[in-house]
Nanobody
Framework: QVQLVESGGGLVQAGGSLRLSCAAS????????MGWYRQAPGKQRELVAV???????DYTNSVKGRFTISRDNAKSTVYLQMNSLKPEDTAVYYC??????????????WGQGTQVTVSS
């Protein structure tokens, strides 16, 4: 099994910053893509940002220029630096990882979610 543990959510005023972290552990052989999703009340979960094992990144349009995704492969950890936060960024943020286990099985794992609330 592969576990993802998130940290760093909280309450911040509009224009502020937060940094989310997500550490993967377990029977991991390799991790390919790592990403962050979010789900606001009454809305579907959406992809926020994704980063490949080689460092290629992609972002949803609404966060481009404000959010930065990065990863530390040695620590199996992915980060999301969120700047210039807006009230519409309020959501539960979920970490996601896709890879291969030690037993050569593909896996997709999710974190438990961390609340980000941006006040106006």
């Amino acid at each position: 099994q592969v576990q993802l543990v998130e940290s760093g959510g909280g309450l911040v005023q509009a224009g502020g910053s937060l940094r989310l972290s997500c550490a993967a552990s377990g029977v991991i052989f390799s991790i390919n893509n790592m990403g962050w999703y979010r789900q606001a009340p009454g809305k579907q979960r959406e992809l926020v940002a994704v980063i490949s094992s080689g460092g290629t990144t992609d972002y949803t349009n609404s966060v481009k220029g404000r959010f930065t995704i990065s990863r530390d492969n040695a620590k199996s950890t992915v980060y999301l630096q969120m700047n210039s936060l807006k009230p519409e960024d309020t959501a539960v943020y979920y970490c996601n990882a896709e890879g291969v286990s030690i037993r050569q099985h593909d896996f997709t794992s999710w974190g438990q979610g961390t609340q980000v609330t941006v006040s106006s």
